[in-house]
């Protein structure tokens, strides 16, 4: 019996020594000082806590959070902590659009007349891809708009309806979330489907995203993170809104960094969108007088060239959540920032990152 003990511990030491080390990514001298940055950034953003990724021709080679995900609570943030997305979930609804664009179910050029029956007659001359551009003419919510209601989807389209053109469609650019908003509201209208349904079944299952979805204060959503502001230089909850909000489509999503790593790897493939519908999307949109927009903005995605490295990036801002994601397509390289502080900046963390991972190329 005894030589058996001693015969198993043997071969436990064995099979202990000649196992293969595995050394993550994230362990290199590179990464560790990434890491010090991220740290001291947080630190003088105030930022409660932050998930970033760093991905590589679409494979992951960082992904680490710091900091609380609930500072009541005193849980840490990690690659799977769950995010609001704010307006980084708009690229997921341009992506919806462009998928009716392809199937033949929608048009760019369309008017907005042919989807939305009663609507003003200044929308005969709007189409699709201003609405996906921001130069549509469209604003944003009002003033006294009253997040607190539980607004209709028929309710919100009829306030922008409501709301007259800022501008002549196709002559300026401007920021809209109304814009975006409506463009959910046209993809229930064509598919007959909740647009966070349909983002449900042609992007978020067919990729594995499986925790991402629209937003559901009532759900049991595993490793939430709670969002936060500053007031007077005090940490606060979040404020808080009806829940009909919380489901728009100018960006009302629930993702972690890992699920943003898989949809990030889907861009460098035409299993969502052919080449020729991502290309269009990364190009800045011309307006009528063939200048390019002054917004450089593409269909839900911003482009820039930042030293000479294009730019393909989004950042968003909702209910104490900051995030930002950027993705430097000729580089192949993408970083990606997520943090539960309202007001602080997650992109300058992402682009200071990707300059680090750039200079050492």
């Known amino acids: 019996m005894m030589k058996l ?19 993550p990514a994230q362990s290199s001298p590179q990464a560790q000082a990434i890491e010090d940055y991220v740290r001291s950034e947080m630190q003088r953003q105030h930022i409660p806590g932050l998930s970033l990724l760093v991905s590589k021709g679409g494979k992951i080679i960082l992904s680490k959070g710091f900091g609380m995900s609930n500072v009541e609570l005193q849980v840490s943030v990690k690659p799977e902590t ?106 229930h209208r064509v598919t007959g489907e909740f647009y966070g349904d349909f983002l449900q079944q042609r992007i978020f299952h067919p990729l594995d995203m499986t925790s991402t979805h629209i937003i559901s204060e009532a759900d049991i959503v ?83 060239d930042r030293q000479g490295h294009r730019c393909i990036h989004h950042d968003g801002a909702w209910q104490g959540f900051q995030t930002a994601i950027d993705r430097y397509v000729d580089d192949q390289l993408t970083v990606i920032a997520l943090s539960n502080l309202s007001g602080s900046e997650p992109g300058k963390i992402t682009q200071h990152v990707a300059e680090m991972y750039l200079a050492g190329k």
């Open 5 to 23: 003990r001693i015969l198993a511990n043997i071969l436990f030491a064995l099979v202990f020594l000649l196992r293969p080390i595995i050394v």
């Open 82 to 187: 769950m995010f609001q997305s704010g307006s980084v979930g708009k690229q997921f609804t341009a992506t919806a659009v462009m998928m009716l664009v392809e199937q033949g179910n929608v048009g760019l050029d369309d008017p907005l007349s042919k989807y939305f029956k009663d609507a003003p007659k200044a929308w005969n001359n709007v189409t699709v891809r201003e609405l996906l551009s921001h130069t549509a003419g469209f604003g944003d919510y009002p003033k006294d708009f009253n997040f607190r209601k539980d607004w209709t989807e028929d309710e919100l389209l009829k306030l922008v309806e409501s709301i007259p053109l800022a501008y002549e469609p196709d002559t300026k650019w401007a920021y809209s979330n109304l814009g975006y908003l409506t463009l959910g509201i046209l993809i």
């Open 222 to 304: 595993p490793n939430r993170a709670a969002g936060y502001r500053l007031v007077k230089g005090e940490l606060k909850n979040q404020e808080w809104v009806a829940p009909a909000i919380n489901t728009t489509a100018d960006g009302s999503l629930y993702f972690s960094v890992l699920d943003l790593a898989k949809w990030d790897a889907a861009l460098y493939t035409e299993k969502l969108l052919k080449k020729s519908s991502l290309d269009q999307m990364w190009t800045i949109a011309k307006l009528k007088s063939g200048q390019p927009n002054k917004g450089h903005y593409g269909f839900g995605w911003f482009i820039d």
